[in-house]
């Protein structure tokens, strides 16, 4: 991931196209994001909110920790939680280390999250160290395009200019594979295929994963 106090120029084009594409994907992901969202409770951590597209989806009385290591994403983040009544505290950090106690918190969501980390797995295991036994961490993530497909070309071809647009994310990262690895022992992936308006990044999944119960083992 690039220095991002020295892309603040770059860092606000995305803010714009990350909030462009808000509505369309409410419109393919909201209600399900509604239930996954809008279903937890006490203390949720979401992992990268941006510009926080998210804020719309959390139930009265929740408190967010937004892990979000962009300043310049802070104000329109903050103006969303402000607009949705949620109560928001920013903490400027990367995912592959939070700086919340272990088996804390009662949710993490993380959307578009994992192709723009360094170290992806690690951040699945910080989401996981962080969630109390029983919580669920919540995610939708754009993925590589199967083997076979033509947008598998197109990825490969976009894959040095898409990272610069977006401060180094990855379009071509085996994202479910790397989440069925990792150490939640339930975990649920649903593959989306959202047609060539998508362009690129046309193959995503959603998903939730759940940490072990206390007294039960975990991968």
């Not at 979401?46 to 300043?71: C, F, H, Q």
């Not at 690690?122 to 036994?133: D, F, G, N, W």
């Not at 994202?175 to 989306?192: D, K, Q």
Request: overall charge neutral.
């Amino acid at each position: 991931m690039p220095d991002l106090t020295k892309q603040k120029w770059r860092s606000k084009i995305e803010a714009k196209l990350l909030d462009s594409g808000a509505k369309d994907r409410h419109r393919i992901y909201g209600e399900r994001k509604q239930e996954a969202i809008g279903a937890m409770s006490g203390t949720v951590v979401e992992l990268g909110p941006g510009t926080g597209v998210n804020m719309r989806y959390y139930a009265s009385g929740v408190k967010v920790i937004a892990i979000e290591p962009n300043p310049v994403m802070h104000d329109p983040l903050r103006a969303k939680a402000d607009e949705h009544g949620v109560d928001l505290e920013i903490r400027t950090l990367r995912g592959e280390s939070i700086d919340v106690e272990d088996a804390s918190v009662d949710g993490v969501v993380g959307t578009l999250l994992l192709c723009g980390v360094d170290d992806p797995a690690q951040v699945v295991r910080e989401a996981h160290r962080i969630l109390k036994p029983g919580g669920t961490y919540f995610f939708v993530e754009h993925v590589e395009s199967p083997d076979g497909h033509r947008n598998r070309t197109v990825q490969k071809v976009l894959v040095r200019p898409h990272r610069w647009m977006f401060n180094g994310c990855e379009i071509t990262r085996n994202t479910a594979s790397l989440l069925e690895a990792g150490p939640f022992e339930s975990i649920e992936v649903t593959e989306v295929d959202r047609g060539r308006a998508a362009l690129w990044v046309r193959h995503q999944i959603i998903g939730e994963a759940v940490k072990a119960d206390c007294g039960k083992s975990s991968k």
